[in-house]
């Protein structure tokens, strides 16, 4: 018999392990009963619990978002997804990305309308936002497990040192700074203006 789904806030940690593996289906269960956080699953079976952003962090998200949302118009071809989206992976674990693209091979034979639950698929482009919260090696471990797991292209973006990690497979990561930054690969032609995400935290 499960524990009550419900969490308190106050009284809880950053992560938590259970003594047995969370289930997508008991996952899901705890995301639906706990909307004040957002969860995820490492590939050890850990669970992660990310509270909501603060106001910067938040604009500055949304900014991103908007302005792949505004690229993704210009062609229509597959699709954008926002933090509140998450993703199961091939090596088990589930990640909310806080900006993502999936072209249209990955999305094939899939229906958004037909499917029940978090999708199987991982993203061909993950943006990363750090927040004041954020631990930043967990976050570089995460982008690693993104890349892992099949992402193309990864960016964190580091809004506190006015600079972005780029990640590809098989390379190093590169450091990025300025007031934009130019895709490649699934993302070829857009252009993230970071002057605009920088001014969401003057």
């Not at 590939?43 to 993704?72: C, F, K, M, Y």
């Not at 999708?119 to 892992?148: I, Q, T, Y």
Request: net charge negative.
């Amino acid at each position: 018999m499960h524990a009550p789904l419900h969490l308190d806030p106050e009284a809880l940690p950053c992560s938590l392990a259970w003594s047995q593996p969370v289930s997508d289906e008991l996952l899901e269960a705890l995301c639906a009963a706990n909307d004040e956080f957002q969860f995820e699953r490492t590939r050890h079976g850990t669970i992660r619990l990310n509270p909501p952003t603060e106001l910067a962090a938040s604009d500055g998200n949304a900014e991103i978002i908007h302005q792949l949302r505004v690229w993704w118009k210009s062609h229509r071809k597959g699709r954008v997804a926002d933090s509140n989206g998450g993703f199961y992976l091939r090596d088990g674990s589930m990640f909310s990305p806080d900006a993502a693209y999936l072209t249209e091979n990955t999305l094939a034979g899939f229906s958004a309308g037909k499917a029940r639950g978090l999708p199987h698929l991982c993203p061909d482009f993950v943006v990363e936002l750090l927040s004041r919260s954020d631990r930043g090696g967990e976050a570089r471990d995460k982008m690693e497990d993104w890349l892992a797991n099949g992402v193309q292209l990864g960016w964190l973006v580091d809004p506190y040192r006015r600079q972005v990690l780029v990640y590809r497979p098989g390379e190093p990561p590169v450091t990025v700074s300025g007031n934009s930054l130019q895709g490649s690969g699934p993302v070829d032609g857009f252009v993230l203006d970071l002057s605009e995400v920088w001014s969401c935290y003057l």
